[in-house]
Structures are given as C-alpha cells and as structure tokens.
C-alpha cells in the first residue's frame, strides 16, 4: 500500500520562528492535503493541493506539491503560541476511488 | 452546528464489552470514512461507507469490527468483544462526493477507553 513519510516528528520551536515539515510518499498522489489536529480534536484541513508544481498560501501557512507527485511541504512563518498542535500530511491518488492516505504527524510545540 | 458530530466523545468499555460509535455526517454528505488513532500514531483508515454500502473496508480487522451506515440516522462502527489494543481516538469524516476536492470533514472523535 501507499506509505507516507512525514518528518521531523517532532519539534520545539521559539515563538517567531519560521517552521517547516515534509512528506515524501513511495508512490504518486494527485491531490495533497495539510491537516492541523488540537489537542482532544479531530483534524482540521488546513491547505489542499491539487497540481503538481502548485505553491498555496492560507495566511502564514504555505504549502507546495513537489513536482515529482511524490512530496510536499509545508511552512508556517512567524509560529505563534497557537500553532501548537500536530500537522498531518495526507496524499491521495485519483483513479476511481482511492481512499486518503495519512502520514504520522509532527507535533509542533511553541516555546513563547 | 452542521459539523461532523460524534458521539460519545468518551467511552469506557470492560473488556469483552461491545463499543457503539456514532457519526452524524454533515448535512448532504453521504460518503462517510472511519479512521482510527492510536496513541503518538497518525490516523489509519478503516473503512469507507455511503448510504446502505461499504465500499472498502480494507483496513478494518477482520473480526469484532463492523460498520455501517443505514438509510436513516447515523453510521456506527461496532467493536464486539473489546480488548485493551482497542483503546484509541476514533474519528469519522464526510464529504459530498469521493474526491478530496471536496474535502474530508472530520468529526471531534470518540475516545474508547478498555479497561
């Protein structure tokens, strides 16, 4: 099956730092999505990605679809306290049904 | 709210106990997804369901788990027969239709506890 590698899983940052994390995938995806998990909640979509190439902002979230089909990143500048939480990478392929897949997380923690 | 609602949001089961987890998709979704999440895990899928179907459940266990989702009221994903691994955060997500152009909606979970 499809797996998802998701790094780094975990990090500790100063708040006003710039973060980034990555997800490379054994396999191509058409679509990438960026989830933000609170603690006690489910996922919230944060940024989706449709082509390969594509770089899309959603305030101090950007995030891009590797040109490969196989990756995708995703930075947040300036963290603030409420950044903390996990970022799960999910990818999945379109043809016909396929089913999302998600990486592990990173658990970002703001040190204000 | 017209959000993905789940409920309970806590279950404690003894071992050997049945554990009933419901979902409520958004109003007009009708394809429903089941994932599970262990402890320091990411979410794992279990099974996919529209209306009266399941579509895939490749990743449900083969035995003590089933799920559905009826023409009226709520999915359920049923765990007969509990045991301690089955402790975990259970979430649910919907959409209107099969591609994530739409987006997974997930709901706030249930979080079943086996003692």
């Known amino acids: 099956g499809q797996q998802l590698n998701q790094s780094p899983q975990s990090m500790f940052i100063q708040e006003g730092e710039d973060v980034s994390m990555n997800c490379t995938s054994s396999?191509?995806?058409?679509?990438w999505l960026w989830y933000k998990q609170d603690p006690g909640e489910g996922p919230v979509l944060l940024i989706a990605?449709?082509?390969?190439?594509e770089l899309t902002s959603n305030g101090r979230l950007t995030a891009q679809f590797g040109i490969t089909r196989k990756d995708s990143f995703l930075n947040i500048s300036a963290s603030i306290p409420s950044d903390v939480g996990i970022y799960f990478c999910?990818?999945?392929?379109?043809?016909?049904?396929?089913?999302?897949?998600f990486g592990i997380g990173t658990k970002l923690q703001v040190i204000p | 709210n017209a959000g993905v609602m789940q409920n309970p949001r806590h279950l404690v089961r003894r071992r050997g106990q049945e554990a009933r987890l419901r979902c409520s998709p958004m109003k007009g979704h009708s394809h429903v997804y089941w994932y599970r999440q262990l402890p320091e895990e990411g979410l794992k899928f279990m099974v996919y369901l529209q209306k009266e179907n399941i579509i895939d459940e490749s990743g449900m266990p083969k035995e003590r788990f089933s799920a559905e989702f009826p023409k009226e009221g709520p999915s359920i994903l049923r765990i007969q027969q509990v045991v301690r691994g089955d402790s975990a955060a259970y979430f649910c997500?919907?959409?209107?239709?099969?591609?994530?152009?739409?987006?997974?909606?997930f709901g706030s979970g249930t979080r079943l506890t086996v003692v």
């Open positions: 990605l449709y082509k390969a190439g």
């Open positions: 997500a919907s959409s209107p239709g099969t591609s994530t152009n739409y987006g997974y909606t």
């Open positions: 999910a990818g999945q392929y379109s043809g016909g049904y396929q089913k999302v897949t």
């Open positions: 396999s191509i995806f058409n679509t």
